[in-house]
Structures are given as structure tokens and as C-alpha cells.
């Protein structure tokens, strides 16, 4: 099935030289400021995998659309490989781990340009998630889902080799007979630093990252009671690159579990893997 997912995104990709498209495109598993420019698409095909005392790997489509040059719309929806027990997660920003199918919404309401190629933005972050067909394992299985609504804000200073993003997002979901997911307040910071030398108009053009990820869970509740042990907490840290050339970028890094309070109900999580490949068109 992965194979057979690999061809078909592989197939449909052809080649619209236009480095404008890609050139907004920004770290793997943190919030960023960047949107599509108008009439803009964009197609995000994401692996990600995390690893610890369980297990998962997973696959997500994400398709984005330019309303405005600051209007973001976009849509995923998941696959997974190899359902896990671990904590439920966002894991990339605006690819989230687990079954969910999901819509935001990205409006970046303020830009101030300073200098050559400086400006600092903020982009506000609303969404819906649903909950898909495949089953949930662990502490999730047997919990009636309803769908989830998401608010967030992100802000960032770049430059032509310097970019910083700070944000984070809220995500509840509705109770159902008594049942509700975890709350996940996600938050986050991102350093990308571009080399003089690897900064390039024609070929590939590539982008450093340091990139930190917080996640802070809520009590999950089961027929109206909070389940005990099941509110957590935990931070990662890593490196991961970015290279674009014309309209195509990849993206893909690593981060390690450097802070983590986990109760009995969930196993600890160690590392988290991405790997993204995008097409603007």
C-alpha cells in the first residue's frame, strides 16, 4: 500500500519552473508564518514516524490552496502504517499523527517589511478536525470521538539567511456519552539559518533548521470520569534541513524527547522521523 501511494503522488507531479511557490515553505514539525500565493496550489506528501516504548508510522496528503496572498486554506487526510499507543500528537505542525481528517485555515493578518528581504509577519491558525474510519489502539480504543476545533497564532522575523518563528495552537474536542479526547495545547520555536553558499537562484537552494516542539495534554475522559495518569507533558528538540529547487521542495529531520511527564496510561516516546516532499503549482 505505501508502494502504491509512493507511484501515484510520484505520477502526478510535473514540472512548472516558478521558485515563487516554493520559496515560502518552512520547518518540518513547527509552526510557520508562510502562505501560498494567490491562486497558488500546493500538494505536501508527508512519512512520519515516532518511536519509543510503542511504535508508529503513518502517511498524510495535504492539499493548499492560495485565496489571497495572505489566505491559506488546506485539507489532509492520514493513512496509517502502523497504529501506536504513544500519546496522541500533532508531531509536524500542519500534518498531524493519527487518524484524523483535517481542515485549516492560515490568514496572516500582519507583515512589516524592514531592510533587504526583512520583514516580520504573524499568521493566525483555525481549523476542524475529524475523526477517520481506522480504529484507535491504547488508551483511545473503544472512546467515542467527536470532531475537534483548533485556534492558533504564530509569528516570525526573515531574512535572505536568517529566519525565526514562535507559535502555538489549542486543540479541544467535543465530549461524546461522556467521552473526550485529551486537550493538546501545542507550542513551538524554530531557528533556520541559510548559507551564503547554498543559497542558490538556479538549483537546489537549501535551509538549516533547529526546530523545539511542546505538547501539554489534558486529562482524557471516559463515561464523564477523567482517567487517571492520562494528563502529560513533554518537549522535543532537533535538526532538520529544507531544499528547494524551482516549484518542488523536500523537507526532513529528526527530534529527541529531551523533557517528558508521562503518566501510566501512555508509553514514552524517544524520537519522532519526518520526511516531506511538496509540489506548488
Known sequence: MKRNCILM??????LTPSLIY??????VFALATPTNPQGGFSFDTSFMGRYGGDNGTMYRGTLGY???ENLKVSVSAPLLFQTDTLTPSRTAAFAPMGGDFEALSLWRFQRTDFGVGKRFETTA??????PGPQADSGPLKGIKSRPSGLVGIVSGITSRSHYVWVGTTYQRYGAAGG?????????TFAYAYRPERLRKDNG???RIFGECTGERFGGLERTGTEVP???SNQLFVGPTTLGVY????VSGGVQFAVYQNVGPVYPRERVRVSVNFTWFF
Open 9 to 14: 503522488v510520484a505520477g502526478t507531479l510535473w
Open 22 to 27: 516554493a520559496s515560502g515553505h518552512g520547518p
Open 66 to 68: 492560495g485565496i489571497t
Open 125 to 130: 491558525i483555525g481549523g476542524l478536525l475529524v
Open 179 to 187: 467521552d473526550r479526547r485529551s486537550d493538546l495545547l501545542f507550542y
Open 204 to 206: 537546489w537552494d537549501w
Open 229 to 231: 495518569g492520562s494528563r
Open 246 to 249: 524551482k516549484n518542488y521542495a
